[in-house]
């Protein structure tokens, strides 16, 4: 006897919140300026180049990478100064670590915590992970709202709470003091999100040793190593011995393992690159303030956010004029007319600027 089996769907298997996501979207850029995507727009130097391409003509690809990526972690250790006791857990960007945690920590009623406007994957991935989310508006120059968090917090008692210090996309490094209530009030781990440590002034690497509930995540994509994905996270070992339950076998491969703790050996070289960006970042500033129209807010990041009136329609044509950046608007009530251009090459960021200046004429 047969029997007709009914059509499955994603509508009748997903979860509905599944359902509701939208993909995170990455514009193509070929042949254009890409200030999109908080990428260091310099290329090392060709010595370094031409040693990484010996190594990675040597490398054992055959093999499966170090599962305890040991080599990596004590470069990253080096660079890093982090307090004794602390240990390391890689991932494949700081997006794997997020989900990571996430699932470390989910259970039904569990609360991921972030404050709003801030990088869009948290949300993301406490609705992949099942978990429920909480947003805690900023101020309105986007600094933290230390009494709604607390009260929010005490509300919520969340399992997880994401900072990103600086955050994006405003750009600007919450005052370190109001972050610390923050880590002494809450129930559950704190993550600091440091993706922008090298253009920023300060760290929480320090305070891990002063807090049980603390942990810090970096990625080095912002650095120079976008194409390697790479991010780590630091702290206790209690914490880290358990979530590396999580972490799928070989995450990391034998090429990412090799060039980064080859890049690692040469910090100085990528420091000295964040360097340059960061003069770049005082230049566009200042050449952003001054231009009619915009108001640019203060970064201490590799990117700047700015305001301006039809911001959908300056960007698109600033891609008209060959010029990619992010269009934040409508993304959050808070980013209304508001876009985010990363800092490039000199010329690139003349060339955006000039762009910029040639759509607020012909609107």
């Known amino acids: ?17 599944v359902l509701a996501l939208h993909a995170y979207h990455v514009p193509p850029a070929s042949g254009m300026i890409k200030l999109d995507a908080m990428e260091n727009p310099y290329l090392l130097p060709q010595t370094l180049r031409e040693d ?5 003509a040597d490398a054992e690809i055959n093999r499966y990478p170090d599962a305890a990526a040991r080599e990596l972690k004590t470069a990253i ?8 006791g602390m240990d390391i857990l890689l991932g494949n960007g700081s997006d794997e670590i997020i989900q990571l945690l996430a699932l470390a920590v989910t259970r039904p009623g569990a609360v991921l915590l972030s404050v709003e406007p801030s990088f869009v994957m948290y949300r993301m991935i406490a609705t992949f992970t099942g978990m ?47 972050v610390l ?27 891990l040793a002063h807090y049980d509930n603390l942990l810090v995540m970096r990625t080095f994509s912002k650095l120079g190593m976008a194409g390697l994905r790479l991010g780590f996270l630091a702290g206790r070992a209690t914490w880290l ?14 090429l990412p393992q090799l060039v980064a703790t080859r890049l690692l050996a040469h ?7 964040a360097e340059d960006i960061k003069l770049e970042r005082t230049r566009l500033l200042a050449t952003l303030d001054a231009i009619s129209g915009v108001r640019a807010y203060p970064s201490a990041a590799n990117f700047i956010l700015f305001r301006v009136e039809k911001a959908t329609q300056i960007f698109e044509g600033l891609k008209q004029r060959g010029v990619l950046i992010k269009n934040l608007n ?3 009530p808070a980013l209304i007319d508001c876009l985010r251009v990363t800092i490039g090459t000199p010329a690139e960021n003349e060339r955006f600027v000039s762009a910029l200046k040639d759509c607020l004429h012909s609107i």
């Open 1 to 17: 006897m047969s029997s007709v089996r009914s059509v499955v769907t994603p509508e009748k298997l997903l979860r509905p919140e």
């Open 267 to 273: 910090h100085d070289v990528l420091l000295t690159q």
């Open 132 to 178: 429920r989310y909480v947003g805690v508006p900023l101020t309105d120059d986007f600094s933290l709202d230390l009494d709604a968090t607390l009260d929010t917090i005490k509300r919520e008692q969340p399992a997880l709470v994401f900072l990103a210090y600086p955050n994006n996309p405003t750009g600007n490094l919450f005052d370190a003091d109001t």
């Open 52 to 56: 990484i391409a010996r190594l990675v």
């Open 241 to 254: 011995s358990q979530l590396e339950k999580l972490r799928l076998p070989y995450n990391v491969g034998v």
């Open 77 to 84: 250790g080096k660079v890093t100064n982090l307090p004794p």
């Open 330 to 332: 409508g993304g959050h």
């Open 181 to 207: 209530k923050i880590i002494q009030a809450a129930p559950g781990l704190v993550v600091v999100d440091e993706a922008y440590y090298a253009f920023a002034s300060d760290s929480f690497i320090p305070h």
